[in-house]
């Protein structure tokens, strides 16, 4: 008998004998399984309806977890925009991939490129000073970036280079987690990417002394430019 | 009494007493608790979306084979290998085997408290194999050869000096007090470890089984760094981390950062479905996901704490706990530490041997409110006090019990003890504590009330 067929056998023996019901203990448990299907966004943080109102709550959030959000008006304010950042932090060589968005803007930087769709060296990739990608979504409830090796060119560029820059649009903005999973299932299945990534905020850690700090092994920084 | 019983009971003695060790948990804790409330308070019922993640929990574990079989099926349809392991010889000669087999040089690991669970690094490095752990609180305790504090916050017990002395000493960088500076030398000693390892490590917190996907939960990005560098990936879970559906994610993700580390959710949530796939730039070439039983199927066969099963390891009940605020994460010396792993402990290991964790306990229940998947933590101690004596009876307690039962049940002999109490008071403070004192474990700490000077019924009688 194979491995699997032996756990499976003990799981099966084990599972004749029911157990309580969850929270049994609970005064308040139902009798029944009656919030298996619930629809999760009545519990989780609210958020607003309207477009503005998802707009001022992933500000909010990004202003919490040390995130740069900008909301602009045309793609022309986010490549002036992206020059703005290469000059303030002086950057000498990024990594992107093709896109609509991406394509618009990198030329415009007039850097060294290293785009990562049809494969890279990873240490040219890790010399960069700046990945550019695009998104699946924008989460206003979280503040999260939904990318995926589709949309974000592969799962190294968001992560590797120091200063990881989102490019959306506006109508990526989501309302919350279940409106995320929603978007995705829609866009992709039943052939999913073989990686997807909620990105909120830049990288951290609080494992010396639970005191704050960014960049622990990803990006040190995170923009989000909108669109 | 078993050798881990007589080892808690020393290093628990000691630690309570260490001032300095109890300080500096507790305003780690503390920390954790104002951020962990300012983000519940968000939510807008916490209670019911504890009572859905519990539900959806239960629905897992009580269809465990159809949802296994489902996550495994699609994991290969798409190109990654599957390996069951029934014990954890099994899954370290798996896993070492296909290291070998990859001739790989050196490994990168990210967190995985399940093979803390398989003492896997021991296997690897036994082997010949280097293995450097990229999640900065587990390369710390890596680096002092320790086990994990705390199966969230590994090296919560250590102080920006003791870290900044282990890295002077073992990566010769200059001293400092800046946790920030700390950081960012483990930063640089790990960056080369990625590009240059041939195999990446990494654990699991949700399996989905609907599309046949694996869920990290990070904060640093080492995990992504470890799923997407090396040419062959690893990933090793205990069966018991399935969840039905994709979307059940949008409940868990955020109610497993909010309980474990006081975050709306964690910095990176990621989902990986297998290799690298056509078309796609990047990812391992090899992913192989090893699902590990280890007696989780024993825990599942007693019905009574099957839901012990729905552990989502946030270590919430670990940071309410008042035994573990005060005797610290070492001293239960197992993978799985406070409350939960007081349960679950008996169950991997052995009971007899692990009982006295269940006794180490004041029952107040704080573990069972605080956890976010509702398992009956308090409860589940009692049961295994119960099942420990029924298992093996302690035979001066049995005698005890009857001595009990018989003066209860004879109200004459009942009448004369109270004096005999009384009496009994006088002389015990010259042997209170010492050796001679048969309840010495209990008295040299305490004090009994003193016995009323007349019982109720002797002041009814006395009234007139």
Not at chain 1, 81 to 86: A, C, M, T, Y
Request: with cysteine; aromatic share 6%; proline share 5%.
């Amino acid at each position: 008998m194979s491995e699997r067929e032996k756990i499976l056998g003990s799981i099966r023996e084990a599972l004749a004998v029911n157990a309580p019901l969850p929270g049994a203990h609970d005064h308040h448990a139902p009798a029944v399984l009656r919030h298996r299907d619930d629809d999760v966004s009545q519990w989780l943080p609210a958020v607003g309806q309207t477009f503005e109102q998802r707009v001022e709550r992933f500000h909010a959030n990004a202003l919490d977890l040390r995130a740069d959000f900008h909301l602009l008006n045309t793609v022309q304010e986010m490549g002036a925009k992206l020059l703005e950042i290469r000059d303030g932090e002086n950057w000498q060589k990024i990594g992107t991939h093709r896109g609509e968005l991406t394509d618009a803007v990198s030329a415009e930087l007039g850097l060294p490129t290293i785009r990562t769709d049809d494969g890279y060296d990873v240490r040219e990739l890790e010399s960069c000073d700046a990945g550019i990608s695009e998104c699946d979504a924008l989460v206003a409830q979280t503040g999260s970036v939904v990318v995926s090796n589709r949309s974000a060119g592969g799962r190294a560029l968001s992560v590797l280079p120091p200063h990881h820059v989102v490019l959306a649009r506006r109508e990526q903005l989501v309302r919350d987690l279940p409106a995320a999973f929603i978007l995705l299932k829609h866009r992709y299945a039943p052939v999913f990417p073989s990686f997807f990534s909620f990105i909120t905020g830049p990288s951290r850690t609080g494992d010396i002394e639970r005191i704050l700090v960014l960049g622990a092994h990803g990006p040190k920084k995170l923009t989000i430019l909108c669109v | 009494m078993s050798a881990p019983s007589a080892q808690f009971k020393a290093d628990a003695e000691r630690l309570t007493h260490d001032l300095r060790h109890r300080g500096l948990i507790q305003t780690a804790l503390k920390k954790y608790e104002v951020a962990r409330d300012g983000k519940k308070a968000n939510y807008q019922d916490w209670q019911s979306a504890r009572q859905t993640a519990a539900e959806i929990k239960w629905d897992a574990i009580n269809h465990l084979d159809k949802y296994l079989v489902q996550f495994a099926t699609k994991l290969e349809a798409r190109g990654t290998k599957v390996h069951w392991a029934s014990t954890a010889e099994q899954a370290r000669e798996i896993i070492v085997g296909i290291v070998r087999a990859k001739k790989a040089h050196s490994i990168i690991k990210s967190k995985a408290m399940t093979a803390e669970e398989i003492h896997l690094n021991d296997a690897l490095e036994h082997a010949g194999f280097e293995v450097v752990e990229s999640d900065l609180g587990e390369y710390i305790v890596q680096l002092r050869h320790e086990a994990p504090y705390h199966i969230v916050f590994p090296a919560m017990h250590l102080t920006r000096g003791e870290i900044s002395d282990l890295f002077e000493r073992e990566l010769g960088s200059a001293a400092t007090d800046s946790p920030e500076e700390l950081t960012m030398i483990a930063r640089r000693a790990l960056r080369q470890k990625y590009i240059t390892a041939d195999v990446g490590i990494t654990g699991c917190n949700f399996a989905i089984a609907e599309t046949g996907m694996i869920s990290i939960t990070e904060n640093e990005g080492n995990a992504r760094l470890t799923a997407a560098l090396p040419k062959t990936m690893i990933t090793l879970l205990g069966i018991e981390k399935v969840l039905p559906r994709l979307d059940d994610l949008a409940l868990f993700l955020p109610m497993l950062a909010t309980a474990g580390a006081g975050q709306a959710i964690t910095c990176y949530n990621s989902l990986y479905g297998g290799p690298r796939q056509p078309g796609e730039s990047d990812g391992p070439e090899e992913f192989h996901v090893v699902l590990l039983d280890n007696k989780r199927t024993h825990l599942l066969a007693d019905a009574e704490q099957r839901d012990a099963l729905h552990c989502i390891r946030c270590g919430a009940c670990l940071n309410v706990c008042p035994i573990y605020k005060n005797v610290g994460g070492h001293t239960y010396g197992t993978t799985y530490q406070g409350p939960i792993g007081s349960v679950i402990t008996p169950h991997l290991r052995n009971l007899q041997t692990w009982k006295h964790l269940s006794m180490a306990s004041s029952l107040c229940g704080a573990c069972t409110e605080t956890c976010p998947v509702k398992i009956n933590l308090h409860h589940h101690l009692l049961q295994n006090r119960r099942n420990a004596v029924a298992q093996k009876p302690v035979w001066w307690e049995k005698i005890a019990f009857k001595g009990f039962v018989f003066l209860m049940n004879r109200p004459r002999l009942f009448e004369l003890s109270k004096p005999l109490a009384r009496l009994g008071q006088i002389f015990h403070p010259l042997i209170k504590g010492t050796a001679l004192d048969p309840a010495r474990a209990w008295t040299k700490t305490r004090d009994l009330p003193d016995v009323a000077p007349e019982t109720f019924k002797e002041f009814w009688r006395n009234r007139k």
